[in-house]
């Protein structure tokens, strides 16, 4: 159980250190995307750095700058906001909305294939059946049921 603990405790701190890396480097790209970096920063843990180099390689995709992200998304609801006036002017709002409401949560469903390290909700999926934070387990219910409110 130790052991389970401590592997656990190593990959979220791993996880968190991935975390910082890619958050220092959306820091840095972010007021100019062609510039680079003349230092890369120095880790002072060296472990880490193993365990990190170990890992299979991780896939950091390149954000796009926010500002021209919500300029677009702005400019999208515009658009839709325009074409929401003319479908009311025609007396087809409602349809228009029920339709726009609809296309929405399609596009936003993901169907495609899961991200590189990204965990299922379903802990089957997963390697080794790694469950994910939160959820609860067949022992914890039965233990839960068992004793209820005795213990």
């Known amino acids: 159980m130790e052991a389970k603990l401590e592997a656990y405790r ?14 220092s480097i959306k820091g840095a790209f972010s007021w100019q995307e062609q510039s680079v970096p003349l ?26 700058s926010s500002t021209i992200t919500q300029v677009t998304y702005f400019l999208y609801f515009l658009l839709w ?17 029920i339709l726009s409401a609809l296309i929405f949560i399609w596009k936003n469903t993901r169907s495609g294939p899961r991200k590189k390290g990204e965990v299922s909700a379903y802990s089957v999926f997963n ?4 469950a994910i934070q939160g959820s609860i387990n067949m022992e914890q219910i039965e233990r839960e049921m068992g004793w209820g409110t005795h213990s």
């Open 10 to 23: 190593t990959k979220k701190r791993r996880e968190a250190m991935v975390e910082k890396a890619k958050n």
């Open 81 to 97: 906001a325009t074409l929401y006036v003319i479908a009311l002017q025609f007396e087809f709002g409602a349809v228009y909305f």
């Open 127 to 130: 390697p080794n059946c790694e």
């Open 39 to 64: 230092m890369s920063p120095k880790l002072e843990d060296t472990d880490d750095l193993d365990s990190i180099a170990s890992e299979e390689s991780i896939d950091i995709s390149p954000q796009r």
